[in-house]
């Protein structure tokens, strides 16, 4: 029997998301990201709704959201100058 995914949180832009997949596969914790970007509205939803959302099985929820907490309050991760 396959685990339900439940949305863990928005992601904010497409480097938090890279950074998230690679740290959650390293832990071999199953999840799924998932882009808002669309084609035929060119990325209107991702200025809307951020970059995309994060999905994974119940038991993970916590660790995930501990996991972005962690990467947002580290502002060495967001200066991409």
Same mark, same amino acid.
Request: avoid cysteine; glycine fraction near 0%.
């Given at each position: 029997m396959e685990e339900e995914y439940k949305k863990v949180a928005t992601l904010e832009n497409e480097i938090e998301a890279r +950074? +998230? %997949? =690679? @740290? &959650? #596969? $390293?832990? #071999? @914790? *199953?999840?799924l990201i998932i882009s808002y970007y669309d084609t035929a509205y060119d990325g209107l939803y991702q200025t809307q709704k951020g970059w995309g959302y994060v999905s994974a *099985? $119940?038991?993970? &929820? /916590? !660790?995930?959201? !501990? @996991?972005? =907490?962690? +990467?947002? /309050? %580290? *502002? #060495? +991760?967001?200066?991409?100058?």
């Open positions: +950074l +998230l %997949d =690679s @740290i &959650l #596969n $390293e832990r #071999n @914790i *199953p999840h *099985p $119940e038991a993970y &929820l /916590k !660790e995930i959201k !501990e @996991i972005i =907490s962690y +990467l947002r /309050k %580290d *502002p #060495n +991760l967001h200066d991409v100058s």
